[in-house]
C-alpha cells in the first residue's frame, strides 16, 4: 500500500524524523488559512500529491509545467495551487492518462539552498529489503535529488549499503558507518545518526516494504532534513497497522482493481485487446505471456486464486468486459482439486448473466476434465475449447485478430 | 530415492481442523500420504477422523513429533500465526516445515529465517503448493503428498521438477504424466520473496540424488534466485535442465519509488534470465505448453 508524502511526513516526525514544516489541503477554500500555519518568509514550495514519481518534471493535461513548484510569495503559491489541485499531473510514472491532483501540500522552504560552504547539499537515503540475503537493507548516495537508478549505472561506488541483521536490528556502528559514507562530520554527523537510527525504527515498526528519501538535504542553517518522502506498506502486515490503513486513498488506486479485490480476484490492467482469466499468479502471467508469442496483446493479469467459483467467474467477466479495449477472453484453469464440471457450470452461468457477445476460448484442465468440457460443449453457447494452453492462445488469437 | 520426502515419511499438519488444513489431510490421507498427527494449540486430545483413519490431535509440535515420530510439518496456520508456527517447528528439530500459508508479512519471513540458520529444520515456502514424491501405486498413490497439489496428475519417475509457481508446477507435471514421463520428486519453493529454500537449494538435492535423470526448473521475473541456480547449473550440474520464466509481459514498476532496481539488479527481468538460462545450457520452454518437451529435446529419458 503506497501512501502520499505529506502522510509519510507526518509519519517521520511522529518517530521523530527530522522534515520541513507543512501543511496538506484538499479545497482551495483552504489554501490561505493553510499559509498561515507556515512560516512562508523564505518562500514556499507548492506540491501536487499524488502516488507517483518525478512530479516536478511532469506536466499537467492542460499545459502547465511542474508537479513541485517554489513560490517566493505567498501570491505566487497560491497561483500555483489554484493551477495544480483539481488539475491531470502525467509524470514518467503516471502513464499517459496521468493523475488527478485532489491534495495539495505547502512546506515552507526557507534555508534551503546551497550551504554555505559551497558543498553539495543533497543526499539519498532509503531502506527496504535485499531479496538475496532476506534482510533489511539500508541505501544512501552522496548523490541525492537525482534518480537513482542513473547514479547506479554510472558511478556505483557512490551508492553505500549496509545490511541489517534482524536478529539484533540496527547498531550504533552502522548508523556512524552510513554518516561517514555520507561525509558528515560534527554536529550533521550527530544529526545523520539519529536520522537513520529513527527512520529504520519507523521501516521496521510499521512493516514498510520501502522508505525512500530523495533528496535528503542540509539547509543553509546547517539542518538535516527529509525533504521529499516515498513510503510503501507491506499488504500482508496491514492487519496490524489500523492507524497506516486509515491513510490509503482509494482516489490513487484503479476502481477495477478495487472491485476486484473485493471478489478475492487480483486484477491488474493492461493495454492489449485479449482478457484473461486464470487461476494461480504463475500460470496468469504465462498465459499473458503466451497470447503474446502467438501474436496477441494481453489486456489484463488477472488471477482468481486457487478456486473459480460462479460468483467469482461472474465478476471478473463484468470487470473485463468495463474494458472498452477488450475484443476476446481467454479463460485458463488448471483445477488441479477443483472438478472441472463445476468450473465449466460456472462459466456457462457467468456468460449468461453477463450477456457475453465476445469470443471465449476456455482451457480446462485437471479433475474431471471430460465432463467439463462436456458441459461447455452442451451449453449451446459459442465457446470454444482449448486442448492445451498453446491451443487455446492461438485460436483466441485468431478469433480477435480476425474480426 | 527422492528428496526430502519419501513415501513412508511421517506428517504431522499444523492447522489441521481449520477448513484449509483439514480439507487436504483429507485429499493426503486419500493418497495414502503417512499423516499421523495435526497440531492446533488448545485442541490436544482431540482426532480427526478421515474414511476409518484417526489422526490424534496434539497442543504443541514438540509432542506430537515425539508421540508419533513425525519428522516433517505441513503448516496451513493463518497468516497472523504462521511464522510462530514455523518457528515452532525449528524448537521441535523437525527435519522439514512446509509453510502452505499465504500472506505471511514480510518482516516475520525476515525473522523466521534469520532464526533458522544454524538450526537443523528446513524450510520450504511460505507461500507454496507444498512438495510430492509420487507414489508407485494407481493414479501416483501411496506418495507422499505434503501440501496442496493435486496428487492425482503424478507418475513416479526421473524427472526432478522445482518451481516458484503452483499451477505453473501443476501444468509442467502434467504435460510429462501425459508424455509418460514419471517425477521423482516435485517441490514447489513459493513466491514470496523470503523464503526457506531457494531454486539453487533444490536443484543441489537431485544433482546428488541418484533417482532424477533430469530436471525441469521454473521460474518468474523478479529477484535473482533462479539465475544463481542456472550459474551453478553451468558449473556444477551433472544432469540436463530445462527451464521456463514467466512474466515476460508483466507491466514493470508499479512501485512508487526506485531503490528496488538498485537492489534487484538488471538481471531480475524475464528476458534478462531467459538470456541467462540459454548461456548456462538451460534447455528454455518458449511457452509454458512447452515445458516438458523444452526438456525431452535435451533428454530422452
Known amino acids: 500500500m503506497n501512501i502520499h508524502e505529506y502522510q509519510a511526513k507526518e509519519l517521520f516526525a511522529q518517530f521523530g524524523v527530522a522534515v520541513p514544516k507543512g501543511v496538506a489541503v484538499k479545497s482551495a477554500a483552504e489554501f490561505e488559512g493553510a499559509l498561515t500555519k507556515i512560516d512562508t518568509t523564505g518562500g514556499i514550495m507548492v506540491k ?190 496491514l492487519f496490524r497497522h489500523p492507524d497506516v490503513v486509515a491513510l490509503r486513498d482509494l482516489n490513487e488506486e484503479d476502481a477495477k482493481e478495487i472491485e476486484a479485490s473485493k471478489f478475492g480476484l487480483s486484477y491488474i490492467a493492461l493495454d492489449g485487446n485479449i482478457a484473461c482469466l486464470v487461476n494461480g499468479a504463475g500460470l496468469a502471467m504465462s498465459t499473458m505471456d503466451i497470447i503474446q508469442h502467438f501474436g496477441g496483446s494481453p489486456a489484463n493479469f488477472l488471477d482468481v486464486g486457487g478456486g473459480a467459483t460462479k460468483d467469482q467467474v461472474t465478476a471478473a467477466f463484468k470487470i473485463i468486459l468495463g474494458d472498452a479495449n477488450v475484443k476476446g477472453i481467454l479463460v485458463n484453469i488448471f483445477g488441479g482439486i477443483m472438478d472441472c464440471n463445476v468450473i465449466a457450470t460456472g462459466i456457462i452461468e457467468a456468460v449468461k448473466e453477463t450477456g457475453l457477445k465476445l469470443p471465449l476460448v476456455v482451457r480446462l484442465e485437471g479433475n474431471n476434465v471430460e465432463a467439463g468440457k462436456a458441459t461447455l460443449a452442451a451449453s449451446g453457447l459459442t465457446i470454444v475449447s482449448g486442448d492445451s494452453m498453446a491451443d487455446a492462445a492461438q485460436k483466441i488469437v485468431k478469433l480477435v485478430n480476425n474480426k | 530415492m527422492s528428496i526430502l520426502v519419501k513415501e513412508d515419511t511421517r506428517i504431522l499438519v499444523q492447522g489441521i481442523t481449520g477448513d484449509f488444513g483439514a480439507r487436504h489431510a483429507r485429499l493426503s490421507l486419500d493418497y495414502g500420504s503417512q499423516v499421523v498427527a495435526g497440531v492446533t494449540p488448545g485442541k490436544g486430545g482431540q482426532v480427526f477422523e478421515h474414511a476409518g483413519k484417526k489422526v490424534p490431535i496434539f497442543n504443541t509440535v514438540a509432542e506430537a513429533a515425539k508421540q508419533t515420530g513425525a519428522t516433517v510439518s505441513a503448516i496451513f496456520v493463518p497468516p497472523p500465526f504462521a511464522a510462530d508456527a514455523i518457528l515452532e517447528c525449528f524448537d521441535a528439530d523437525l527435519d522439514l516445515a512446509v509453510a502452505i500459508t499465504e500472506g505471511i508479512p ?196
Open chain 1, 48 to 237: 501536487s500529491q499524488i502516488h507517483a514519481g518525478g512530479r516536478g518534471k511532469g506536466t499537467f493535461t492542460d499545459g502547465f509545467k511542474g508537479g513541485v513548484k517554489f513560490s517566493p510569495t505567498k501570491e505566487k503559491a497560491l497561483e500555483n495551487a489554484k493551477a495544480m489541485l483539481g488539475n491531470t499531473l502525467v509524470t514518467a510514472q503516471t502513464g499517459e492518462v496521468g493523475r488527478k491532483v485532489q491534495t495539495i501540500y505547502f512546506t515552507e522552504a526557507a534555508n534551503l539552498g546551497k550551504r554555505p560552504d559551497g558543498r553539495d547539499d543533497e543526499y539519498y537515503l532509503a531502506i527496504l529489503l535485499d531479496r538475496a540475503t532476506s534482510c533489511p537493507v539500508i541505501v544512501a548516495s552522496t548523490e541525492g535529488g537525482m534518480e537513482i537508478e542513473h547514479v547506479a549505472h554510472h558511478t556505483p561506488e557512490k551508492i553505500f549499503k549496509v545490511h541489517v541483521d534482524p536478529a539484533v536490528g540496527l547498531q550504533a556502528f552502522q548508523a556512524r558507518q552510513i554518516a561517514f559514507s555520507l561525509g558528515f562530520s560534527g554536529d550533521l554527523f550527530k544529526q545523520c545518526v539519529t536520522l537513520v537510527t529513527k527512520l529504520y525504527q519507523f521501516y521496521w515498526d510499521k512493516d514498510c516494504a520501502m522508505v525512500e528519501v530523495n533528496p535528503l538535504l542540509v539547509t543553509k542553517e546547517g539542518k538535516l532534513l527529509a525533504l521529499d518522502a516515498k513510503v510503501s506498506f507491506d499488504d500482508n502486515a
Open chain 2, 106 to 301: 514480510v518482516r516475520d519471513m525476515v525473522r523466521a529465517k534469520r532464526a533458522m540458520a544454524g538450526r537443523r529444520t528446513r524450510l520450504i515456502g511460505p507461500n507454496c503448493p507444498g512438495l510430492v514424491t509420487p507414489g508407485r501405486g494407481d493414479k501416483s498413490s501411496g506418495g507422499c503428498r505434503i501440501g496442496i497439489a493435486p496428487g492425482y496428475i503424478h507418475k513416479r519417475g526421473n524427472v526432478g521438477v522445482v518451481s516458484r509457481s503452483g499451477t505453473l508446477t501443476y501444468e509442467a507435471v502434467w504435460q510429462l504424466t501425459c508424455r509418460g514421463k514419471g517425477q521423482s520428486t516435485c517441490v514447489g519453493i513459493g513466491g514470496d520473496p523470503v523464503n526457506g529454500t531457494s531454486h539453487l537449494d533444490v536443484i543441489k538435492l537431485f544433482n546428488d540424488d541418484p533417482e532424477p535423470e533430469a530436471i525441469i526448473m521454473i521460474g518468474e521475473i523478479g529477484g535473482n534466485a533462479e539465475v544463481e541456480a542456472a550459474r551453478w547449473i553451468k558449473a556444477h550440474c551433472k544432469k540436463p535442465v530445462a527451464g521456463f520464466i514467466a512474466g515476460a509481459t508483466a507491466p514493470a514498476g508499479r512501485r512508487m519509488g526506485h531503490a528496488g532496481a538498485v537492489i534487484g539488479g538488471a538481471e531480475d527481468t524475464a528476458a534478462a534470465k531467459i538470456k541467462i538460462f540459454e548461456e548456462c545450457g538451460i534447455s528454455v520452454a518458449a511457452t509454458p505448453s512447452d515445458m516438458a518437451d523444452a526438456l525431452l529435446r535435451i533428454w530422452k529419458g
